[in-house]
């Protein structure tokens, strides 16, 4: 075990066991230990295999940010195990390895390297065929470049989305951020802090400093109300407008700030050498995060590469924890001992000035680091901290616009951002000591502050006390390679340099060349080292070479966290419990939840033609408050309508009834239904179910376009729909108690009525889609249930029965009606539909009038007629059948379905234009692909006379 | 249309279209006041009329107040009066419209088209801040403020009640509003604490 006792450990709670498994083996850890900080007290350091030559990898930098610790879960690929956190249970298995981890067949990659250049997926894949990359190359490499593996059955999880809105967020709760946080909220700013971490602090967690700094920020922070604290919440990108997603496990928070701090601190980046990427080789700041938060010790035998103070405190660390500090190599030339070397040689840690690191070997199969070169000779250790620089967490600076430079003076790569609502503070906008990171987050703070119109102190900008240049070390290609400048992407050195050599001299495009930066880490701790190495090889300087563009999201999130959680929406109409309590069968028609039929899904079939016959010979009731109603009232109800239907609204009587179409702007039929007029300045409209939200706010456009005296008011759940329809609906109306005389002559077909039926205020309207004799009375939905209560009862000694949306479907077919958006597409004319007699040829506007004028004289080629299938036909083509023509296709079956009335099926259909005759005969291709010929008829295959509605 | 005889029913109420569909309470709590009087006008003459009975009418998307009646001002010419425990009040303003000769305005059948439900609990914000996207923290949405937005994933318009949020919508998504209410609510209960 390499555990520490206490205070170590500060995540972990050693009174909690937890128990799991690592590649089918059982291991124990604490209640707070990662994945990687698990494994690692028990000695596991491998955890993956690396993507290209399969070599064995481990803890880079416990920060989760790059691939070697990334692991499979049950029901989750690519996890970040230096992040997760372990439970009972869980089990844990290895990515990317062929076999097992410990035993990878395709290790054996390593040694075939010089077969993988740089490029080689660009110069492979394209032949030897046109077809051959998505026939035979992706499927290997899908298999073999795999990161996790998708598991299909995981168990549903829950996500959520919710929004925050604050005046100013801060992002990042290290040293610079909590001071940054803790100003704006002391001066009464409602602020948000955020972190990915556990817990606040940041470096102040696991860096060697005085525990009293965080403790202090900390209590003044809990005395805050207005101050929320985010922690486990990752900032994952900045979008326009300061809108940033805050992803606090499977939550969402969709944040909107009128200030954003930026307090994303600093990556550490490894050294460049002959097989840097062995595990034992670390970033000091890992080392010090396994030590402080889980109480790991991170080795036995250490050498300490430090080119900087960072280096020499986790020396200290090291030896605090008990690992012995073999040598600390300082790359920098030999100069005054400061404080921190002055206490290492006080602790008898050897230290050598000016040298560095060439070369390390690993034990048996690179398991493990075994020894390193430096200053040409081998010394043995476990370990090696590497602490030679930084770079700023450049990724949300750089998508809020920042600018990414290179100070040529301090050897730094900056980022700049021009003046406004995004600040930075601490270690990202380039302060280095802890004083300096708190002062700087004050000075974001006051900032900030002041651009909210707070009435602060301004806040000097922070200038580092010393200005150091810091160290960089001079990347040489190893002769042997293995010396990784990305360890996501297996690139080495010389790949990068054989990129320039090929003529690709500009980032983006030694990117896309090599794919350094593309890997889980995105470039972390390679792009800085990339930038270097690709200045070298082009004779620039590092700033002129830059990083690659940086872009939402920072790092991984779950397609569930985007999805969060969506009841599926459902509308009812206010008779909705009345169908329930008939034993309707309710299916959902978009949104709408409407009855099918009446009766048991055993006797569905039975139930439809009923329900038909009912209606043919008796009486139905139907549920029609799905269909859109819209209100156009005011002076120019009468003109408004004249200019958005086809047919003519202003000269319409009071108390008549008109069909409507509506057409789009290119001449195509978006809609159709009926306009009443209730007076001479108010309309009652009906649309289709599934346009009206489209036709309302088309209306909506067109009024405000052209400025009529018009209110339209969307009525379509206000009032609900009861269509009474069949040879006896009149009986069964007059039976009602009414002040609406309901006979023939005194209520024509085509006419309109208000008054009252059974003591509810109803519209009623005599027109109907099924061909009978048909009512529909509208009222006020909470109104409707009495309506229909009242309804099936003055029905019932006529045998009335309610029907649903089937038996209505093949009414409407019996009659040719057509359903806009069925029996219609995009391109449809009225003059396809046979429908000339419902565009005025006077008017001089309405929308698409010109565009059926030009489409008209294009030609017409095709036509919807019907189609009539002989009796007992064997092959019925089903909807969306192709009509051909000669071979080729013309048309298409709309509609079709078997109509009990005429005792065989019957089909509307598109054909070609010179078909459309009664008489002429079609071929229609089946679903199997038997052609069939089928004989023209009139729209209407029932009632061709039309004279049963106008009984 | 005048009121007739016939009874009224409303989503929540049995027989109703959401009729067991449960309201949640607890830490969120949704109430339903759909069968609460209110009345709205709009289009043409609907501003001048209610001016000239006497009641004051607020900028658009402010609530006034008239006799114990939120007035709300949902466009120049889209007023809509709430009359929660002041009935007779609405009623006469009600009949005095119906009587009243052209230009009135057109009834714009809020107490039919819309459901009324208020969200309250000790969790209101949290469970509104799911619900809606807008900035509702008081020092930026007052008492007097209306948002017409989405609230739920649907439209709707929203303001503060004594007690809580009022929200209007869509009536016949009762049934689904306050299964989105009661998914949010369970979601702030999973990250409490």
């Given at each position: 075990?390499?555990?520490?006792?206490a205070?170590?450990g500060?995540?972990i709670?050693?009174?909690r066991?937890?128990?799991?498994?690592?590649?089918?083996?059982?291991f124990?850890?604490?209640?707070?230990?990662s994945?990687?900080?698990?494994?690692?007290?028990?000695?596991?350091?491998?955890?993956?295999r690396?993507?290209?030559?399969?070599?064995?990898?481990?803890?880079l930098?416990?920060?989760?940010?790059?691939?070697?610790?990334?692991?499979q879960?049950?029901?989750?690929p690519?996890?970040?195990?230096?992040?997760?956190?372990?439970?009972?249970?869980?089990?844990?298995?290895?990515q990317?390895?062929?076999g097992?981890l410990e035993?990878?067949?395709?290790?054996?990659?390593?040694?075939f390297?010089?077969?993988?250049?740089?490029?080689?997926?660009?110069?492979?894949f394209?032949?030897p065929?046109?077809?051959?990359?998505?026939?035979?190359w992706e499927p290997?490499?899908?298999?073999?470049?795999?990161l996790?593996?998708?598991?299909?059955?995981?168990?549903?999880?829950?996500?959520?989305?919710?929004?925050?809105?604050c005046?100013v967020?801060?992002?990042?709760?290290?040293p610079?951020g909590?001071?940054?946080a803790?100003?704006?909220?002391?001066?009464?700013?409602?602020?948000?802090?955020?972190?990915?971490?556990?817990?606040?602090?940041?470096?102040?967690?696991?860096?060697?400093?005085d525990?009293?700094?965080?403790?202090?920020?900390?209590?003044?922070?809990e005395a805050?109300?207005?101050?929320?604290?985010l922690?486990?919440t990752?900032?994952?990108?900045?979008?326009?407008?300061?809108?940033?997603?805050l992803i606090?496990?499977?939550?969402?928070?969709r944040?909107?700030a009128?200030?954003?701090?930026?307090?994303?601190?600093a990556?550490?980046?490894?050294?460049?050498?002959?097989?840097?990427?062995?595990?034992?080789?670390?970033?000091?700041?890992?080392?010090?995060?396994?030590?402080?938060?889980?109480?790991v010790?991170p080795?036995?035998?250490?050498?300490?590469?430090?080119a900087?103070?960072?280096?020499?405190r986790t020396?200290?660390?090291?030896?605090?924890a008990?690992?012995?500090?073999?040598?600390?190599?300082?790359?920098?030339?030999?100069?005054?001992?400061?404080p921190?070397?002055?206490?290492l040689?006080?602790?008898?840690?050897?230290?050598?000035?000016?040298?560095t690191?060439?070369?390390?070997?690993?034990?048996?199969?690179?398991r493990?680091?075994?020894?390193?070169?430096v200053?040409?000779?081998?010394?043995?250790?476990?370990?090696?901290?590497v602490?030679?620089?930084q770079?700023?967490?450049?990724?949300?600076?750089?998508?809020?616009?920042?600018?990414?430079?290179?100070?040529?003076?301090?050897q730094?790569?900056?980022?700049?951002?021009?003046v406004?609502s995004?600040?930075?503070?601490g270690?990202?906008?380039?302060?280095?000591?802890?004083?300096?990171?708190?002062?700087?987050?004050?000075?974001?703070?006051?900032?900030?502050?002041?651009?909210?119109?707070?009435?602060?102190?301004?806040e000097?900008?922070?200038?580092?006390?010393?200005?150091?240049p810091?160290?960089?070390?001079?990347?040489?290609?190893?002769?042997?390679g293995?010396?990784?400048?990305?360890?996501?992407?297996d690139?080495?050195?010389?790949?990068?340099?054989?990129?320039?050599?090929?003529?690709?001299?500009?980032?983006?495009?030694?990117?896309?060349?090599?794919?350094?930066?593309?890997?889980p880490?995105?470039?972390?701790?390679?792009?800085?080292?990339?930038?270097?190495?690709?200045?070298?090889?082009?004779?620039?300087?590092?700033?002129?070479?830059?990083?690659?563009t940086?872009?939402?999201?920072?790092?991984p999130?779950?397609?569930?966290?985007l999805?969060g959680?969506?009841?599926?929406?459902e509308?009812?109409t206010?008779?909705?419990?009345?169908?329930?309590?008939?034993?309707?069968?309710?299916?959902?028609?978009?949104?709408?939840?409407?009855?099918?039929?009446?009766?048991?899904?055993s006797?569905?079939?039975?139930a439809?033609?009923?329900?038909?016959?009912?209606?043919?010979?008796?009486v139905?009731?139907?549920?029609v408050?799905?269909?859109?109603?819209?209100?156009?009232?005011?002076?120019?109800?009468?003109?408004?309508?004249?200019?958005?239907?086809?047919?003519a609204?202003?000269?319409?009587p009071?108390?008549?009834?008109?069909?409507?179409?509506?057409?789009?702007?290119?001449?195509?039929?978006?809609?159709?239904g009926?306009a009443?007029?209730m007076?001479?300045?108010q309309?009652?409209?009906?649309?289709t179910?599934?346009a009206?939200?489209?036709?309302?706010?088309?209306?909506?456009?067109?009024?405000?376009?052209?400025?009529?005296?018009?209110?339209?008011?969307?009525?379509?759940?206000a009032?609900?729909?009861?269509?009474?329809?069949?040879?006896?609906?009149?009986?069964v109306?007059?039976a009602l108690?009414s002040?609406?005389?309901?006979s023939?002559?005194?209520?024509?077909?085509l006419?309109?009525?208000?008054?009252?039926?059974?003591?509810?205020?109803?519209?009623?309207?005599?027109?109907?889609f099924t061909g009978?004799l048909?009512?529909?009375?509208?009222?006020?939905?909470?109104?409707?249930?009495?309506?229909?209560?009242?309804?099936?009862?003055?029905g019932?000694?006529?045998?009335?029965?309610?029907?649903?949306?089937?038996?209505?479907?093949?009414l409407r077919l019996?009659?040719g009606?057509?359903?806009?958006?069925?029996?219609?597409d995009?391109?449809?004319?009225?003059?396809?539909?046979?429908?000339?007699?419902?565009v005025?040829?006077?008017?001089?506007?309405?929308v698409?009038?010109?565009?059926?004028e030009?489409r008209?004289?294009?030609?017409?080629?095709r036509?919807?007629?019907g189609?009539?299938?002989?009796?007992?036909?064997?092959?019925i083509?089903?909807?969306s059948?192709?009509?051909l023509?000669?071979?080729?296709?013309?048309?298409?079956?709309t509609?079709?379905?078997?109509s009990?009335s005429?005792?065989?099926?019957?089909?509307?259909?598109y054909?070609?234009?010179?078909?459309q005759?009664?008489?002429?005969?079609?071929t229609?291709?089946?679903r199997d692909?038997?052609?069939?010929?089928?004989?023209?008829?009139a729209?209407?295959?029932f009632?061709?006379?039309?004279?049963?509605?106008?009984? | 249309?005048?009121?007739?005889?016939?009874?009224?029913?409303?989503?929540?109420?049995?027989?109703?279209?959401?009729?067991?569909?449960?309201?949640?309470?607890?830490?969120?709590?949704?109430?339903?006041?759909t069968?609460?009087?209110?009345?709205?006008l709009k289009?043409?003459?609907?501003?001048?009329w209610?001016?000239?009975?006497?009641?004051?009418?607020?900028?658009v998307?402010r609530?006034?107040?008239?006799?114990?009646m939120?007035v709300?001002?949902?466009g120049?010419?889209d007023?809509?009066?709430?009359?929660?425990?002041v009935?007779?009040?609405l009623?006469?303003?009600?009949?005095?419209w119906?009587?009243?000769?052209?230009?009135?305005g057109?009834?714009?059948?809020?107490?039919?088209?819309?459901?009324?439900?208020r969200?309250?609990?000790?969790?209101?914000?949290?469970?509104?801040?799911?619900?809606?996207?807008?900035?509702l923290?008081p020092?930026?949405f007052?008492?007097?403020?209306?948002?017409?937005?989405?609230?739920g994933h649907?439209?709707?318009?929203?303001?503060r009640s004594?007690?809580g949020?009022d929200?209007?919508?869509?009536?016949?998504?009762?049934a689904?509003?306050?299964?989105?209410?009661?998914?949010?609510a369970?979601?702030?209960?999973?990250?409490?604490?």
């Amino acid at each position: 075990m390499n555990r520490l006792p206490a205070p170590f450990g500060s995540r972990i709670d050693r009174s909690r066991p937890v128990r799991f498994t690592f590649e089918g083996k059982f291991f124990e850890g604490y209640e707070g230990d990662s994945i990687a900080s698990a494994l690692a007290a028990s000695g596991q350091w491998v955890l993956s295999r690396s993507f290209k030559y399969h070599r064995p990898r481990g803890i880079l930098s416990m920060t989760g940010a790059d691939a070697n610790a990334l692991v499979q879960l049950p029901s989750e690929p690519n996890a970040a195990g230096e992040r997760t956190p372990i439970s009972e249970g869980l089990r844990v298995s290895a990515q990317n390895v062929n076999g097992s981890l410990e035993r990878d067949r395709d290790a054996v990659m390593d040694r075939f390297g010089r077969f993988l250049p740089v490029g080689f997926y660009y110069r492979t894949f394209m032949g030897p065929r046109r077809d051959s990359w998505l026939k035979f190359w992706e499927p290997i490499i899908r298999r073999k470049a795999g990161l996790g593996v998708v598991d299909t059955k995981a168990p549903h999880r829950h996500f959520d989305k919710t929004h925050l809105h604050c005046d100013v967020l801060v992002v990042g709760a290290g040293p610079a951020g909590l001071s940054a946080a803790i100003s704006a909220a002391e001066a009464g700013a409602d602020v948000v802090l955020c972190d990915e971490n556990p817990e606040i602090g940041g470096a102040l967690t696991y860096g060697r400093y005085d525990p009293e700094v965080l403790s202090g920020l900390a209590s003044r922070l809990e005395a805050l109300p207005n101050l929320k604290v985010l922690t486990g919440t990752v900032c994952n990108g900045w979008y326009e407008d300061n809108w940033l997603p805050l992803i606090e496990s499977d939550r969402l928070h969709r944040t909107r700030a009128r200030e954003v701090i930026l307090a994303t601190g600093a990556i550490e980046q490894p050294a460049v050498f002959r097989n840097n990427d062995l595990p034992g080789i670390m970033l000091g700041s890992a080392a010090q995060r396994l030590i402080r938060h889980y109480g790991v010790r991170p080795g036995t035998s250490a050498v300490v590469l430090a080119a900087n103070d960072d280096g020499y405190r986790t020396a200290l660390d090291l030896l605090d924890a008990g690992v012995s500090v073999v040598e600390l190599v300082d790359p920098r030339p030999a100069g005054e001992a400061g404080p921190l070397e002055t206490e290492l040689r006080g602790k008898g840690v050897t230290i050598r000035k000016g040298a560095t690191i060439e070369a390390a070997e690993g034990t048996v199969g690179n398991r493990h680091l075994a020894r390193i070169h430096v200053g040409g000779s081998w010394i043995a250790c476990d370990l090696l901290t590497v602490s030679i620089g930084q770079a700023p967490a450049w990724q949300l600076p750089c998508q809020a616009g920042g600018k990414v430079g290179y100070d040529a003076s301090t050897q730094a790569m900056t980022i700049t951002l021009s003046v406004g609502s995004v600040h930075l503070a601490g270690a990202v906008a380039g302060v280095d000591e802890l004083q300096d990171a708190i002062a700087s987050g004050r000075h974001a703070a006051a900032t900030a502050l002041m651009r909210l119109g707070h009435a602060v102190a301004a806040e000097p900008a922070v200038t580092p006390k010393s200005v150091r240049p810091r160290y960089v070390q001079p990347i040489v290609a190893d002769a042997k390679g293995r010396d990784f400048v990305d360890f996501d992407e297996d690139l080495q050195v010389k790949d990068l340099q054989n990129a320039t050599k090929d003529g690709y001299r500009e980032i983006e495009l030694v990117k896309r060349f090599t794919t350094v930066g593309m890997g889980p880490s995105q470039g972390r701790h390679s792009a800085l080292a990339t930038a270097r190495i690709v200045a070298d090889a082009t004779g620039r300087s590092v700033g002129e070479i830059g990083i690659t563009t940086a872009r939402p999201p920072v790092g991984p999130e779950t397609l569930g966290v985007l999805a969060g959680h969506h009841e599926v929406l459902e509308r009812r109409t206010a008779l909705h419990a009345r169908h329930v309590a008939l034993k309707a069968a309710m299916k959902p028609v978009g949104a709408w939840w409407r009855p099918y039929y009446y009766g048991d899904a055993s006797s569905a079939e039975e139930a439809v033609r009923e329900e038909i016959l009912a209606v043919r010979e008796g009486v139905g009731l139907l549920d029609v408050s799905t269909l859109g109603k819209l209100e156009i009232r005011g002076p120019d109800a009468g003109e408004f309508l004249d200019r958005l239907y086809t047919m003519a609204h202003a000269n319409q009587p009071v108390g008549r009834v008109r069909y409507c179409l509506m057409l789009n702007e290119m001449g195509s039929v978006v809609d159709d239904g009926v306009a009443y007029r209730m007076a001479q300045d108010q309309f009652y409209v009906t649309a289709t179910t599934g346009a009206v939200a489209r036709v309302y706010a088309d209306m909506l456009f067109w009024n405000a376009d052209w400025r009529l005296k018009v209110d339209v008011l969307n009525l379509t759940g206000a009032f609900s729909g009861l269509n009474v329809t069949g040879p006896k609906a009149r009986q069964v109306l007059k039976a009602l108690d009414s002040d609406i005389d309901f006979s023939r002559d005194a209520f024509p077909y085509l006419s309109g009525r208000d008054g009252m039926v059974a003591g509810v205020p109803v519209r009623v309207m005599r027109i109907g889609f099924t061909g009978e004799l048909s009512y529909e009375l509208h009222c006020p939905s909470s109104l409707a249930p009495s309506l229909w209560d009242a309804v099936m009862a003055a029905g019932r000694p006529h045998g009335l029965r309610p029907y649903g949306l089937e038996a209505s479907r093949i009414l409407r077919l019996e009659k040719g009606h057509i359903l806009i958006g069925q029996d219609t597409d995009a391109i449809t004319t009225p003059d396809e539909l046979g429908f000339g007699w419902a565009v005025s040829k006077k008017k001089p506007f309405f929308v698409g009038k010109r565009s059926i004028e030009m489409r008209a004289r294009l030609g017409q080629t095709r036509k919807l007629v019907g189609l009539q299938f002989p009796a007992g036909a064997r092959n019925i083509p089903g909807e969306s059948c192709l009509v051909l023509r000669s071979g080729a296709p013309v048309g298409q079956i709309t509609s079709v379905g078997y109509s009990p009335s005429l005792g065989r099926h019957i089909a509307l259909a598109y054909v070609h234009a010179d078909d459309q005759a009664q008489g002429s005969r079609v071929t229609v291709k089946c679903r199997d692909g038997e052609l069939v010929e089928v004989p023209v008829v009139a729209h209407a295959f029932f009632d061709p006379t039309n004279a049963r509605q106008e009984i | 249309m005048a009121a007739g005889t016939a009874t009224r029913v409303y989503p929540f109420m049995p027989g109703g279209a959401a009729d067991g569909t449960r309201l949640i309470s607890g830490a969120v709590v949704l109430s339903d006041l759909t069968d609460k009087p209110r009345f709205g006008l709009k289009g043409g003459g609907s501003a001048a009329w209610l001016a000239a009975q006497g009641i004051p009418l607020p900028a658009v998307n402010r609530i006034g107040e008239h006799r114990g009646m939120r007035v709300l001002r949902l466009g120049n010419e889209d007023i809509l009066l709430l009359a929660e425990g002041v009935e007779a009040t609405l009623a006469e303003i009600k009949n005095g419209w119906q009587a009243a000769p052209a230009p009135k305005g057109y009834s714009s059948w809020r107490e039919e088209g819309w459901a009324w439900m208020r969200l309250s609990g000790a969790r209101l914000a949290e469970a509104m801040s799911s619900l809606c996207a807008l900035d509702l923290r008081p020092q930026k949405f007052g008492a007097d403020d209306i948002a017409q937005t989405r609230v739920g994933h649907i439209e709707a318009v929203t303001f503060r009640s004594p007690t809580g949020f009022d929200i209007l919508f869509d009536i016949t998504a009762s049934a689904y509003f306050a299964r989105a209410v009661a998914a949010v609510a369970g979601h702030a209960d999973q990250h409490r604490g």
